[in-house]
């Protein structure tokens, strides 16, 4: 048997953290238009955070395409409403572009649900679970990850909301932003050297058994 230090936080210590404060701006992009003038921002950004959402399946067999498409410069984030725009147009040029990193977490699941609607070739994208191996970090959530490195926890109350609805509410709105503004701003402390694993609390010893 080998032991191997990680860092993990569980989840009855995450529950006791501090709830996130969105602090950007957020625009609601819902025609070609607007999404043409947000990609025309967005590419001025070399560094950009990214996630989606989709409609909550309740019934075995059901599926659902993605409904919304975040992106986040770290202060203003844009959502677009997929159900409505498609993957087309400005929409799949951000995809596509080599012109901007685009970080996200769990990505492929993202693209294989995009998929269903359209044909795309995702460009410059990097996740963050595989990032995240190289600080030491097991945790592979997007609310753990940002626990250990900021002491904050990301509220997941609307995961299960109708990201489909005529108009997206203002909780939905700031839950949406976050998840992207949490993936730029987790890869740029990461990035820049902020943190230091060896101090880090969560430091976990696990035994790995080796027997074949």
Known sequence: MNTRTVITIPKDQIAQLPLVTY???ISIITTQEQADAALEIILRSPIVGFDTETKPAFRKGQT???ALMQVSNGEHCWLFRINK???EGAVKRFLETDAVLKVGLSIKDDFFVMHRSAEF???NFIDLQGFVKDYMIADSSLQKI????FG???SKGQR???WEADELNEAQQKYASIDAWACLKIYRYLKDGHFKPEDSPYLTTIIENTEP
């Open 23 to 25: 602090p950007g701006t």
């Open 152 to 154: 904050e926890r990301i």
């Open 85 to 87: 725009l498609g993957v």
């Open 64 to 66: 659902n395409n993605v």
């Open 121 to 123: 070739e995702p460009k």
């Open 146 to 149: 940002y626990g250990i490195l």
């Open 160 to 162: 299960l909301s109708n």
